[in-house]
T-cell receptor, first 113, second 112 residues
């Protein structure tokens, strides 16, 4: 069964450093989502792509976060500089274009020290 | 924007008993309501979903009910088993391909 791939699984960094997360969606899925899940809470959308275009980045802290999906396939989420409050699980999900069901990756757990 | 509230935050049941988790949503335009199960350290997995044109959906021991008038939906798990222990999240979405707005999650513990 095809799955959404994410790497790394865990990342420890110091505040003010730069970090990057990678996501490879299920083949053929045009829509890609990045969610942030703080411990004890539900995931919250950071950014949504349709192919290579950003559809929704209203909750993305654009002063420090950036996301790209240059060829409309895999995607990278970057934080620079990282802050203590960025410690969370970063989940990537994908879906077929125009479809409801979203499939999640295993996530990247970020710890900022 | 949409807001989803989920209750209870923790739920303990004896093996074989039923478990019910409830969610309310704020935007009457929402029309898709999935439930995800997340085991410790693993990815959220879709266990059941319902669309606004349906009042109830069942899949073996799991069922979801939707009350559009009251803007709430519930997850029902019957004959609970220890492997049902996990965190369960409800979510709501406005339309096809739109973002999911999640509840805060319910920790379900099934005691054997």
């Amino acid at each position: 069964e095809a799955e959404v791939a994410q790497s790394p699984r865990y990342k420890i960094t110091e505040k003010s450093q730069a970090v990057a997360f990678w996501c490879d969606p299920i083949s053929g899925h045009a829509t890609l989502y990045w969610y942030r899940q703080i411990l004890g809470q539900g995931p919250e959308l950071l950014v949504q792509f349709q192919d290579e275009s950003v559809v929704d980045d209203s909750q993305l802290p654009k002063d420090r976060f950036s996301a790209e999906r240059l060829k409309g396939v895999d995607s990278t989420l970057k934080i620079q500089p990282a802050e203590l409050g960025d410690s969370a699980m970063y989940l990537c999900a994908s879906s077929l274009a125009g479809a409801d069901i979203q499939y999640f990756g295993a996530g990247t757990r970020l710890s900022v020290l | 924007g949409e807001n989803v509230e989920q209750h209870p935050s923790t739920l303990s049941v004896q093996e074989g008993d039923s478990a019910v988790i409830k969610c309310t949503y704020s935007d009457s335009a929402s029309n898709y309501f999935p439930w995800y199960k997340q085991e410790l350290g693993k990815r959220p997995q879709l266990i059941i979903d319902i669309r606004s044109n349906v009042g109830e959906k069942k899949d073996q021991r799991i069922a979801v009910t939707l009350n559009k008038t009251a803007k709430h939906f519930s997850l029902h798990i019957t004959e609970t088993q220890p492997e049902d222990s996990a965190v369960y999240f409800c979510a709501a979405s406005l339309a096809y391909g739109n973002k999911l707005v999640f509840g805060a999650g319910t920790i379900l513990r099934v005691k054997s």
